[in-house]
């Protein structure tokens, strides 16, 4: 799938990027290392996979929008789906992803961004550290 979307996108720049680490709050049992590797294409489209707070493969698939820019620091907003995330309510597995995150720098970025906590009875906001580089 990553393939088939950055064929695509050959001539264009594509960053690539790293999943790191996340802060859950309120801190339960969720894991706050969360390895894993993403792509954005230059129109927008993002793929990625990770190793998600419930120990689980969560793989994603969206698009990214640079909503403001300031010299090295920019404000994006990811939409999509992202799986990994089944319960007795969700059979699926699947959830929205709803991330903005801040990213700064130049040839390499540190991303930070904020997940929304979905459900007001279980689960937990996240700050999520990501370092990508444009090829």
């Keep these: 799938m990553i393939l088939a979307l950055l064929c695509g996108t050959a001539s264009a720049e594509t960053t690539f990027g790293l999943h790191v680490a996340s802060k859950h709050v309120p801190q339960r049992d969720q894991s706050n290392v969360n ?3 993403y792509a954005i294409t230059d129109s927008g ?3 990625g996979g990770y190793r998600n707070s419930w120990r689980k493969l969560s793989v994603y698939a969206g698009k990214t929008w640079t909503l403001a ?3 090295p620091v920019s404000l994006d907003l990811t939409l999509g789906a992202v799986t990994g995330y089944r319960t007795q309510k969700n059979k699926a597995g699947v959830r929205p992803l709803l991330l903005p995150s ?4 130049d040839e390499f970025r540190v991303r930070i961004a904020y ?3 979905f459900d007001p ?3 937990s906001h996240l700050v999520h550290l990501m370092v990508e580089r444009s090829f």
């Design 45 to 47: 489209w993002t793929v």
């Design 35 to 37: 390895p894993g590797l």
């Design 102 to 105: 801040v990213v700064v720098g």
């Design 121 to 123: 009875k279980a689960g």
């Design 115 to 117: 997940g929304p906590r």
């Design 69 to 71: 820019e300031a010299g």
